[in-house]
């Protein structure tokens, strides 16, 4: 049955990509995307370039904080689920505006919510942090850990986006999803992302700065294996509250992935050691057991076939989008 989602963010590198999913799948999509400019609004439209000629596709241009474009997406439901995936993203930038971060990812979490309750029959899935985690000291990171002690403004903002979520099934009966995801990379990632920077700078000639001794841990995970995970969230069986991690449960060290890329590249990187930044965590690790279970999430793309992928999409670009 052809269902109709409403797609929040979905100019960005994860929603193009899920907008990309429902599409080829028969399925109609409203998005929501403000196309504000964190990075070069090009590369925004430029995702979103084919959806435009779908006839299944709709593009509302607008702020999730804003009543008005909130009501003008949901003139055009009821809709089957939400998949909310616009945030202002990224742990450093938040440290400068931390305000703006907590309106953007708390408010407009909500404004979403507030309509979502008058229609609780419409599943809400809500993209996550995994930095909601904080610093840890070894384990795996499981959706029952603590977590009250984010290291940034972006992490608490999250952590309070997911409270709001519970809230509004406990309250409503909103049926959520909370998806934790781990380090997602992939064609399309944002320009301020280290794959991108690094691939982007190696390429160049240009030094990049490792931050620490290149001995964090991240739980990199292919963009392609997050679309699986949010494509199940939207048909399993979910009648309550689940917060679900999506990783690839295969930490990799800093160091180890610049090798990667110089691989792919087939170019030397230029290092420039720099102390830790404020908010960084020492390493990432997904438990991703209950995803298995309750999505039959099975990520298939190894790092080096993902940073192949990527490193053959970036070669790849016009000059005008190597932001």
Same mark, same amino acid.
């Given at each position: 049955?052809?269902?109709?989602?409403?797609?929040?963010?979905?100019?960005?590198?994860?929603?193009?990509?899920?907008?990309?999913?429902?599409?080829?799948?028969?399925?109609?999509? /409203?998005?929501?995307?403000?196309?504000?400019?964190?990075?070069?609004? /090009?590369?925004?439209?430029?995702?979103?370039?084919?959806?435009?000629?779908?006839?299944?596709?709709?593009?509302?241009?607008?702020?999730?904080?804003?009543?008005?474009?909130?009501a003008q997406a949901y003139a055009f439901?009821?809709?089957?689920?939400?998949?909310?995936?616009?945030a202002m993203a990224g742990v450093r930038?938040?440290?400068?505006?931390?305000?703006?971060?907590?309106?953007?990812?708390?408010?407009?979490?909500?404004?979403?919510?507030?309509?979502?309750? !008058?229609?609780?029959?419409?599943?809400?899935?809500?993209?996550?942090?995994?930095?909601?985690?904080?610093?840890?000291?070894?384990?795996?990171?499981?959706?029952?850990?603590?977590?009250?002690?984010?290291?940034?403004?972006?992490?608490?903002?999250?952590?309070?986006?997911?409270?709001?979520?519970?809230?509004?099934?406990?309250?409503?009966?909103?049926?959520?999803?909370?998806?934790?995801?781990?380090?997602?990379?992939?064609?399309?990632?944002?320009?301020?992302?280290?794959?991108?920077?690094?691939? !982007?700078?190696?390429?160049?000639?240009?030094?990049?700065?490792?931050?620490?001794?290149g001995s964090s841990k991240r739980d990199?995970?292919?963009?392609?294996?997050?679309?699986?995970?949010?494509?199940?969230?939207?048909?399993?069986?979910?009648?309550?509250?689940?917060?679900?991690?999506?990783?690839?449960?295969?930490?990799?060290?800093?160091?180890?992935?610049?090798?990667?890329?110089?691989?792919?590249?087939?170019?030397?990187?230029?290092?420039?050691? !720099?102390?830790?930044?404020?908010?960084?965590?020492?390493? /990432?690790?997904?438990?991703?057991? !209950?995803?298995?279970?309750?999505?039959?999430?099975?990520?298939? /793309?190894?790092?080096?076939?993902?940073?192949?992928?990527?490193?053959?999409?970036?070669?790849?670009?016009?000059?005008?989008?190597?932001?």
């Amino acid at each position: 049955m052809r269902r109709h989602i409403l797609v929040t963010g979905a100019a960005g590198f994860i929603g193009s990509h899920v907008v990309d999913r429902l599409l080829a799948g028969g399925d109609r999509v /409203t998005a929501i995307d403000n196309l504000n400019g964190f990075y070069d609004p /090009t590369l925004k439209r430029e995702n979103i370039h084919a959806h435009l000629t779908n006839k299944n596709y709709r593009l509302i241009e607008g702020d999730i904080r804003d009543p008005l474009a909130v009501a003008q997406a949901y003139a055009f439901g009821p809709f089957d689920a939400v998949v909310h995936l616009a945030a202002m993203a990224g742990v450093r930038p938040s440290l400068e505006d931390p305000a703006l971060y907590m309106d953007v990812n708390i408010s407009g979490t909500q404004r979403l919510l507030d309509c979502v309750s !008058k229609e609780p029959e419409t599943r809400f899935v809500f993209g996550s942090s995994s930095s909601v985690y904080g610093e840890r000291s070894g384990e795996e990171f499981l959706e029952t850990d603590r977590v009250d002690q984010p290291l940034s403004p972006y992490a608490a903002s999250k952590a309070a986006a997911e409270m709001a979520c519970y809230t509004a099934h406990h309250t409503y009966g909103v049926p959520v999803t909370s998806l934790r995801f781990f380090t997602v990379y992939g064609p399309r990632q944002r320009p301020d992302l280290a794959v991108h920077k690094f691939c !982007k700078r190696i390429s160049a000639g240009e030094p990049i700065e490792v931050y620490g001794d290149g001995s964090s841990k991240r739980d990199y995970t292919f963009v392609s294996d997050i679309v699986d995970g949010i494509e199940s969230a939207i048909s399993y069986d979910c009648s309550g509250y689940d917060i679900i991690n999506l990783g690839r449960s295969e930490p990799v060290i800093l160091l180890d992935m610049i090798k990667t890329i110089e691989k792919h590249l087939k170019k030397k990187a230029k290092l420039e050691f !720099k102390e830790p930044q404020l908010g960084d965590v020492p390493y /990432t690790y997904a438990n991703i057991d !209950k995803a298995r279970k309750l999505l039959g999430y099975n990520p298939t /793309t190894s790092f080096d076939g993902g940073i192949r992928a990527f490193t053959d999409w970036y070669t790849n670009q016009p000059l005008r989008l190597k932001a």
